[in-house]
């Protein structure tokens, strides 16, 4: 996930809860069990208050721009969260990336089971497991490297690069590809003395 795309789900999340903790505890102070143990520098909300009366409604209705702005609003609150949801589940696994020809694709999991056995040649490396992940003109390799005990992270890194994801960018072109590469170490075991 992105971090502006994480950024973006953080402040909505927070926003939401902020207005809905807010409105419930304006609620809540409205019971007599709660009003009676909040501090007492702390503003109360009476119980017989009345949020919209029959008058305060007349007097909005007398305008007559109120009701199609509250409309309009929802409106748009609604959409931007409905574009926000779809946009959580646009950007997954790529299936499949079309190729110049109409017709002819190749298999975004061919593309990574090469791109992992590239991997796995490289000086250095154990294990390896490729995730193509984005969008179909958009591209990111996630990458899961484990490396022997003794290998170089730098020089593994200097080659991945060179070698793995050039030939991964020039087969996914004209797309972009992003590279995400996590590094783990095998354990080393110590011989055992009998």
Known sequence: MSRLRSSANRSTLFGAAAVLLGAGAVLAST????RDRLP????????DRVWLDQGMLGRWREHGWWTPAVIAALAVGTVLFLCWALAQFRTGRVRELALGQPGVTLSAAALASVMADRARAVDGVDRADV????RPR???ARITLVLDPDASPDAVLRELAGGTVAEARAAAAPRTLEADVRLTTRPHRAPRIH
């Open 31 to 34: 019971a007599a069990p709660v």
């Open 40 to 47: 007492a520098a702390w503003p109360r909300v009476g119980a």
């Open 131 to 134: 995730r193509l992940l984005g």
């Open 138 to 140: 958009r591209l990111r």
